[in-house]
T-cell receptor, first 110, second 116 residues
Framework: DAKTTQPTSMDCAEGRAANLPCNHS???????VYWYRQIHSQGPQYIIH???NNETNEMASLIITEDRKSSTLILPHATLRDTAVYYC???????????FGTGTRLQVFP | NAGVMQNPRHLVRRRGQEARLRCSPM?????VYWYRQLPEEGLKFMVY????????ESGMPKERFSAEFPKEGPSILRIQQVVRGDSAAYFC??????????????FGSGTRLTVV
């Protein structure tokens, strides 16, 4: 079973920041937090991952709380093409598989 | 540098036939993962393979499903005697050898299997 909980859906106005929360209260010390998204029925797309520190790349920023029990994915300037299901995943230590939950369906509107 | 290649993109099979889904990982990636996504549902892990080895098949149905990743050639997911409930999107992902969990996967575009 997935070790994360996310809101089922969120809306965001185009051009505004989209902040997607994720709870992972049982995360272990060496487990990473990954974010993927799936646009329509395409293959999932990697966005970003982190362990303890906040991370930023060309797509998004990842803010991880100090106790690591939750995180937030930030899309700084959402566009219509960012409409997708966003998955927050904790990587199970000692294995290589990713376990997907139900994700957050983000709808960006004009 | 091509991404993960899956073929065919769409596959239609009659009940009782066999379905073969192929996945070529990214260059330099030696790990392959198969996932299934039923309509309106999330992705479910099926199997994790390295070259010539099945590492984790905890998500594979006990019957009719098998997977291989030979020394040469693509990974194959094989479904024998397909039933309507097998209709789904099947995604393959690949990754380089893990060094502690810091590497992400790259997914293919999937194969949509329809059983009629």
């Amino acid at each position: 079973d997935a070790k994360t909980t996310q809101p089922t859906s969120m809306d965001c106005a185009e051009g505004r920041a989209a902040n997607l929360p994720c709870n992972h209260s049982t995360i272990s010390g060496n487990e990473y937090v990954y974010w993927y998204r799936q646009i329509h029925s395409q293959g999932p797309q990697y966005i970003i991952h982190g362990l303890k520190n906040n991370e930023t790349n060309e797509m998004a920023s990842l803010i991880i709380t100090e106790d690591r029990k939750s995180s937030t994915l930030i899309l700084p300037h959402a566009t219509l093409r960012d409409t997708a299901v966003y998955y927050c995943i904790v990587r199970v230590w000692g294995t290589d598989k990713l376990i997907f939950g139900t994700g957050t369906r983000l709808q960006v509107f004009p | 540098n091509a991404g993960v290649m899956q073929n065919p993109r769409h596959l239609v099979r009659r009940r009782g036939q066999e379905a073969r889904l192929r996945c070529s990982p990214m260059k330099g990636h030696s790990h392959v993962y198969w996932y299934r996504q039923l309509p309106e549902e999330g992705l479910k892990f099926m199997v994790y393979l390295q070259k010539e080895n099945i590492i984790d098949e905890s998500g594979m149905p006990k019957e009719r499903f098998s997977a291989e990743f030979p020394k040469e050639g693509p990974s194959i997911l094989r479904i024998q005697q397909v039933v309507r409930g097998d209709s789904a999107a099947y995604f393959c992902a690949s990754s380089p050898p893990s060094a502690g969990g810091g590497y992400g996967y790259t997914f293919g575009s999937g194969t949509r299997l329809t059983v009629v």
